[in-house]
DNA sequence: GTCTATATGTCGATAGAC
DNA sequence: GTCTATCGACATATAGAC
């Protein structure tokens, strides 16, 4: 009886914890194929391939192409510590150079990972609502709480403290990103120290 | 008699203007495609359309997609000033930040045009050889001549002037990029005056 | 649940009428 | 010289066998 004879197979693996392997699999194998080729040259055949599942497989966990760059999207602004950091120096004793300093090292401990990939996601990511909107949500979020550790600090002179805000995000932002990334990287503890030394002096000034 | 139909119509209109005039149309619509669409979105159908020719038509003038993208590139290149900026300054008497707001000015007059289609035309350019070299190079070019002026004006006192070079050059590029495309665009002056601040003080220290 | 084979759609580019 | 109509390549996504 085939009722029988299920009863005599071992017991199955548990689903979820395959199926999530799975995921996992085209995750790491999609980041690598986008970090490599870019997003439109990023094909799905490419990206199963680097997984070694068939491109059948991989329509069965995730619905199309852009669900995948979201899904990747998603556990990187997940990761991000950026707002936590920022809070927890807010009105505090610390010196403004130490404040500053766990704020870059921040930016730069989230973007080791894989900059490359990074680059894509932010250049070439599909700009479709959703998405978009969390991002620049996160971005002015920094930006807010950056103006209100400004406003707060007993150290910071600068006058037009909105505009600093603005110009301090972006630039911490940016230059990590193109300095990280680029072929003749950078040395990243030489890029905090003159990052630091750039943005206290200024707000100092 | 046909022929003598045609003695009777007026002279035709000189070709190559009106050749250079529809090159000319073709650009401006693919500069305003691809600042809208992207690079990959921007299709020839799109140029074409709002160029209001035919797609066939498009392909007389230019013999591909990436050919249109190369040529407004070139357009640009050719119009930034930032060497010549950075040399007529080299071991000149003018205080530091004289030196540098001329160097943000320029950066920043090199990007008023359209500056979203320059974030395109940055991120999205097919990375192939002799372009991407040419960027390249002009990028090293700005650094070495920042360097240089580094070593050789008085005022400054950084003492890793090889990584200020690089870290005033990326962050003068990228955030007039940045902070001149985005949506809540931001004051030009204030951007040209904090960035001065910035730096300034910075090479100061 | 995984595979192969293929449908479906869209792009860049071309052919050929006018 | 400009157009319409269409080709060939390639991508995403699906159907159906196993």
């Known amino acids: 009886m085939t009722s029988e004879q299920r009863r005599l197979q071992p017991r199955k693996q548990p689903r979820q914890v395959r199926a999530e392997l799975t995921r996992q699999?085209?995750?790491?194998?999609?980041?690598?194929?986008f970090a490599e080729y870019g997003y439109a040259a990023g094909t799905t055949n490419r990206i199963?391939?680097?997984?070694?599942?068939?491109?059948?497989?991989?329509?069965?966990?995730?619905?199309?192409?852009?669900?995948?760059?979201?899904?990747?999207?998603?556990r990187h602004l997940d990761g991000d510590r950026t707002t936590e950091t920022l809070r927890r120096y807010k009105e505090s004793p610390e010196p403004l150079e130490t404040v500053i300093r766990a704020f870059v090292r921040t930016v730069i401990e989230n973007h080791l990972d894989d900059p490359r990939l990074l680059q894509i996601m932010i250049e070439q990511a599909p700009r479709s609502g959703e998405l978009l909107e969390r991002i620049?949500?996160?971005?002015?979020?920094?930006?807010?709480?950056?103006?209100?550790?400004?406003?707060?600090?007993?150290?910071?002179?600068?006058?037009?403290?909105?505009?600093?805000?603005?110009?301090?995000?972006?630039?911490?932002?940016?230059?990590?990103?193109?300095?990280?990334?680029?072929?003749?990287?950078?040395?990243?503890?030489?890029?905090?120290?003159?990052?630091?030394?750039?943005?206290?002096g200024y707000l100092r000034a």
């Open 25 to 33: 699999r085209i995750l790491t194998a999609a980041a690598h194929v």
């Open 48 to 74: 199963a391939e680097r997984a070694r599942i068939s491109i059948g497989s991989l329509y069965q966990y995730y619905p199309n192409k852009d669900a995948i760059l979201a899904e990747l999207l998603t």
């Open 136 to 200: 620049t949500r996160l971005e002015w979020e920094m930006i807010g709480d950056l103006r209100e550790l400004l406003h707060g600090h007993p150290e910071v002179r600068v006058r037009d403290k909105d505009t600093a805000a603005r110009l301090v995000a972006s630039t911490v932002e940016l230059t990590v990103h193109q300095l990280i990334a680029s072929p003749g990287s950078i040395d990243v503890t030489r890029l905090e120290n003159e990052l630091v030394a750039m943005i206290t």
